[in-house]
T-cell receptor, first 118, second 109 residues
């Protein structure tokens, strides 16, 4: 069964450093997403991406964050200057469509990257 | 008011019990709704979509009441493997999923 993969599984970094989290969405999916979950809190939407553009972003997704699809398979989240409060699990997800259409909008999540900022 | 609100639990039930989870949502939240399941420190996985007509998948039944802005999930004959956190989720029709805090379920032998 196709699945979303993410690397690394755990990233430890110093405050102020840049990190890049990588994701390989399911191959026939066209819509990509990043979410984060701070320990003990709910899953929060960061950004959605389609056709090489951001479709929607949340208030959390400020100028320190950026996303890119550098090639036909990878989807990356970059945090330019990490803060302590960026420590969280970051989930990548993908779907065929964002629209409800026979389940095509089901978002499949990757296993996550645990980011620890020291 | 939070966009999607759930009782965090935990719900501790014996095997074989029937357990029900509730969720409420605000006007701005969503048009489509789902129940996701999340095991400890793992990714959310779709359990089922929720329709106004109600839908059933084996031991799981989900219901949406748009007038009351209320969503429910019923689990019958609970198994040890049902132990997880159940996430009530709305979709803004643009792909943005809005998650509730989650309700923790622990099924004991």
């Amino acid at each position: 069964e196709p699945e979303v993969t993410q690397t690394p599984s755990h990233q430890v970094t110093q405050m102020g450093q840049e990190v890049i989290l990588r994701c390989v969405p399911i191959s026939n999916h066209l819509y990509f997403y990043w979410y984060r979950q701070i320990l003990g809190q709910k899953v929060e939407f960061l950004v959605s991406f389609y056709n090489n553009e951001i479709s929607e972003k949340s208030e959390i997704f400020d100028d320190q964050f950026s996303v890119e699809r550098p090639d036909g398979s990878n989807f990356t989240l970059k945090i330019r200057s990490t803060k302590l409060e960026d420590s969280a699990m970051y989930f990548c997800a993908s779907s065929e469509s964002p629209w409800t259409s026979g389940g095509a909008n089901e978002q499949f999540f990757g296993p996550g990257t645990r980011l620890t900022v020291l | 008011r939070k966009e999607v609100e759930q009782d965090p639990g935990p719900f501790n039930v014996p095997e074989g019990a029937t357990v029900a989870f509730n969720c409420t949502y605000s006007n701005s939240a969503s048009q489509s709704f789902f129940w996701y399941r999340q095991d400890c420190r793992k990714e959310p996985k779709l359990l089922m979509s929720v329709y106004s007509s109600g839908n059933e998948d084996g031991r799981f039944t989900a219901q949406l009441n748009r007038a009351s802005q209320y969503i429910s999930l019923l689990i019958r004959d609970s198994k040890l493997s049902d132990s997880a956190t159940y996430l009530c989720v709305g979709d803004n029709q643009g792909g943005k999923l809005i998650f509730g805090q989650g309700t923790e379920l622990s099924v004991k032998p």
